[in-house]
Nanobody
Framework: QVQLVETGGGLVQAGGSLRLSCVAS????????MGWFRQAPGKEREFVSA????????RYVDSVKARFTISRDNAKTTLYLQMNSLKPEDTAVYYC????????????????????WGQGTQVAVSS
């Protein structure tokens, strides 16, 4: 029903910036809370950031606070993740995800709370 396509990944040096985009099709994007997750080599997929359906509230994992900014443009059905001051430990495949379920009382941060996933985009940060 919902398709998500991430773009914007690449290879950057530490301290650099990158902006990821996630374009959604199908469903009703403006009704969904959206999130970014990442999976580093040898590690489990982890929550990075999320934003409510109207962009009113955001959440970040502690390790990216003050460096990453999540945003969305509902008219373009697009989710963004601006990543600044990148560190080698940010290296991972980044996935966008949509929570198409009922509105919750808190911002979803767990994998099981999301219903649709993109294929991921690789971010590699070198020293």
């Amino acid at each position: 029903q919902v398709q998500l396509v991430e773009t914007g990944g690449g290879l950057v040096q530490a301290g650099g910036s990158l902006r990821l985009s996630c374009v959604a099709s199908g469903g009703t994007f403006s009704r969904y809370d959206m999130g970014w997750f990442r999976q580093a080599p040898g590690k489990e997929r982890e929550f990075v950031s999320a934003i409510t359906w109207n962009g009113g509230r955001t959440r970040y994992v502690d390790s990216v606070k003050a460096r990453f900014t999540i945003s969305r443009d509902n008219a373009k059905t697009t989710l963004y993740l601006q990543m600044n001051s990148l560190k080698p430990e940010d290296t991972a495949v980044y996935y966008c995800a949509a929570d198409a379920g009922r509105a919750g009382v808190w911002i979803p941060t767990r994998i099981e709370e999301y219903d649709y996933w993109g294929q991921g985009t690789q971010v590699a940060v070198s020293s």
